[in-house]
């Protein structure tokens, strides 16, 4: 994982896209756990995000991912399958418009 964390917490928003999406917790977790950040969002509010690439059975998962520093918690966004089409082939970086 790219920070430590000593505890995760999901949003509405991300248990609602992750349901619709077919991703469940346990491989969210393998993403922060097993995971690399592929773009860092420092300005973000309240806290600094990440977006994170895992894959999870060979089926590529973006996590996005914010952190507070103080307590050490994760607090997961939104989880979803990157489009091919709007990724290059190693699902790290985006297509060029």
């Given at each position: 994982?790219?920070?430590?964390?000593?505890?995760?917490?999901?949003?509405?928003?991300?248990?609602?896209?992750?349901?619709?999406?077919?991703?469940?917790?346990?491989?969210?977790?393998?993403?922060?756990?097993?995971?690399?950040?592929?773009?860092?969002?420092p300005?973000d509010?309240?806290?600094?995000?990440?977006?994170?690439?895992?894959?999870?059975?060979?089926?590529?998962?973006?996590?996005?991912?914010?952190?507070?520093?103080?307590?050490?918690t994760?607090?997961?966004?939104?989880?979803?399958?990157?489009?091919?089409?709007?990724?290059?082939?190693?699902?790290?970086?985006?297509?060029?418009?």
């Amino acid at each position: 994982m790219f920070i430590e964390t000593s505890k995760i917490l999901f949003t509405g928003h991300a248990v609602k896209r992750m349901f619709e999406r077919s991703i469940n917790r346990r491989e969210v977790q393998d993403v922060l756990e097993n995971g690399e950040i592929v773009a860092d969002y420092p300005d973000d509010q309240p806290f600094p995000s990440g977006l994170m690439l895992g894959f999870v059975d060979e089926r590529p998962i973006h996590v996005v991912v914010a952190v507070e520093s103080e307590t050490k918690t994760s607090y997961i966004v939104t989880a979803y399958d990157p489009d091919p089409d709007l990724w290059e082939p190693d699902f790290r970086n985006r297509r060029s418009q």
